[in-house]
């Protein structure tokens, strides 16, 4: 069995890729509210801050509403490894 790493996500840089994304997009908070057919926008803000990721299945929504893929939403975290 070989050792490597097996890779994740960053959840602060993800969350400034969907703010990116949303203003390429011009899309506001409250647009993706109602697209995404949500009671709250409390949900958006915290990804927005990174401190906690989306559902696959919004990720999948979110991915239509950009017109993009999951794989241009996600930021897979950097090794930070110095040796």
């Not at 997009?25 to 949500?38: G, P």
């Not at 009671?39 to 696959?56: D, K, M």
């Amino acid at each position: 069995m070989r050792n490597e790493e097996l890779p994740s996500v960053d959840k602060v840089k993800t969350g400034e890729n969907i703010k990116r994304l949303m203003r390429l997009n011009h899309i506001t908070i409250s647009q993706m509210q109602l697209r995404m057919e949500m009671a709250s926008a409390t949900n958006i803000y915290c990804w927005c801050r990174g401190e906690f990721l989306p559902s696959p299945d919004r990720l999948l929504q979110m991915a239509r509403m950009f017109n993009c893929k999951i794989d241009d939403i996600l930021v897979e975290m950097e090794d930070i490894k110095n040796d």
